[in-house]
């Protein structure tokens, strides 16, 4: 059984003008220690399509599995690590840590647990006391990185988490993020990463789900069948990343079929 299964969702909200559809038909599974990243132009329904996974909004049409059951509330098994870090600014590090475990109305022990422990997990400690503002961009997304760990989720949800990141700070989080979903000892279970960065995909993701212009739809899976870590300067690596720019550009689900002759890379499934 797919640990989440999305089946022909539909999108679309309304307007002064009728319905604008964000997307159609999409369907992909995630597996147990998956990690999928999804890529699009802008506009196409990424973001969109996590707060649909985690149910924090409902699809116009079709559905979505956690573990064979239609998510049609929050799922707490799912946490959300955002572009724009979501700290609240007047909570100091451990105070926002804490937020999603008193949400859940977890015991002040689990809770001091908790937050001791993801916090060394995610090189905050000794910052316990200090507030947002006094931390750097880096800094504070490891914060929100700690506050979705510390629930322990099934499923990390990652919406553009690097974008607001200079290159080495946004690099070193990179590899950080992929030692912790390596590890058997830390959740979570699977990672499904929004990113415009191609690059970012291929480095991080064993699957990349390509989706069309709006109203997004899924032109194609691509297999990143590719040794970690990766050598972004290989030709393997190259080519796959021009493989999802192409399919990006040409926009429709025709570019799945044209492989170049010879191109070094697992073959794609169009959905």
């Not at 499904?192 to 990349?208: F, M, S, Y």
Request: with cysteine; net charge negative; aromatic share 6%.
């Amino acid at each position: 059984m797919a640990l989440i299964r999305v089946e022909n969702v539909d999108k679309s909200f309304p307007s002064r003008h009728g319905s604008i559809s964000i997307m159609r038909q999409i369907t992909f599974d995630v597996a147990d220690a998956d990690f999928v990243a999804i890529v699009g132009p802008s506009g196409c329904g990424k973001s969109t399509l996590l707060r649909l996974l985690q149910g924090l909004d409902r699809p116009t049409a079709g559905r979505i599995l956690f573990r064979g059951r239609p998510v049609d509330t929050v799922c707490a098994q799912m946490a959300m690590v955002f572009q724009s870090f979501a700290l609240f600014p007047w909570l100091t590090v451990r105070e926002n840590v804490a937020f999603g475990l008193e949400a859940l109305g977890q015991s002040p022990e689990r809770i001091a647990s908790q937050i001791e422990r993801y916090v060394a997990v995610t090189g905050l400690e000794g910052f316990e006391e200090a507030y947002p503002r006094e931390l750097s961009g880096g800094m504070r997304q490891r914060v929100g990185l700690a506050r979705a760990l510390a629930v322990e989720p099934a499923v990390l949800l990652m919406d553009e988490p690097f974008s607001a990141l200079d290159a080495l700070t946004a690099e070193s989080l990179r590899d950080e993020i992929l030692q912790l979903w390596r590890d058997p000892q830390l959740p979570p279970e699977a990672v499904i990463l929004v990113t415009h960065n191609i690059e970012e995909a291929i480095q991080l993701a064993d699957r990349v789900v390509v989706l069309s212009r709006r109203p997004g739809r899924v032109l194609a899976e691509v297999k990143v069948d590719l040794p970690r870590p990766r050598d972004r300067k290989s030709q393997a690596f190259y080519d796959l990343t021009d493989r999802v720019y192409s399919l990006i550009t040409a926009g429709g689900p025709a570019a799945a079929a044209e492989p170049s002759p010879g191109e070094p890379m697992a073959p794609e499934q169009g959905l």
